[in-house]
């Protein structure tokens, strides 16, 4: 059976990093695409990479049967989103920052602990071939200790 994914805010690029990465795994699948802001709307729909299946967070969770939100939106959106999905009974998979608030926070860890779902970061930086690379120096000694 496959993850079914459902991605709310496309507001920030990096979500689109985890778009491709749903899309090209054999054990998941997008099953809805959600954007409120019409400008963003525009620019996506312009580029042609993502099909928009919702203009409201609220009726995607209600309509959609998935296991996971994605969410990518801008960052003082975001918390909102989050416990918007914990509530709806969704794990949720987030760009960062999760929240902008401690209250949030706060409400996330009691929902998720509450609902006994998985909340999880995207930390795809360190994928990049530079951050890897630069790993590999350090762990190597070639450029001294690193103090901070």
Not at 45 to 50: D, H, L, N, P, S
Not at 53 to 63: F, P, Q, V
Not at 85 to 99: E, I, Y
Not at 100 to 111: F, K, N, V, Y
Request: aromatic residues 4%.
């Amino acid at each position: 059976m496959k993850t079914r994914f459902a991605f709310a805010g496309f507001r920030h690029a990096h979500i689109i990093d985890l778009l491709t990465g749903v899309e090209e795994r054999a054990d998941t699948e997008v099953v809805a695409c959600c954007e409120e802001d019409a400008t963003t709307r525009d620019a996506l729909a312009e580029k042609g990479r993502v099909k928009i299946t919702h203009t409201d967070l609220a009726t995607m969770l209600r309509e959609v049967e998935c296991d996971v939100i994605a969410v990518g939106d801008y960052y003082g959106k975001r918390g909102a989103i989050v416990l918007a999905a914990l509530r709806a009974g969704k794990h949720v998979l987030c760009d960062k920052p999760l929240c902008t608030s401690l209250a949030e926070q706060d409400e996330i860890e009691r929902l998720a602990a509450e609902k006994k779902l998985l909340v999880g970061l995207q930390l795809d930086s360190r994928d990049y071939a530079a951050t890897r690379k630069l790993r590999e120096i350090i762990l190597s000694g070639e450029i001294g200790d690193v103090v901070s």
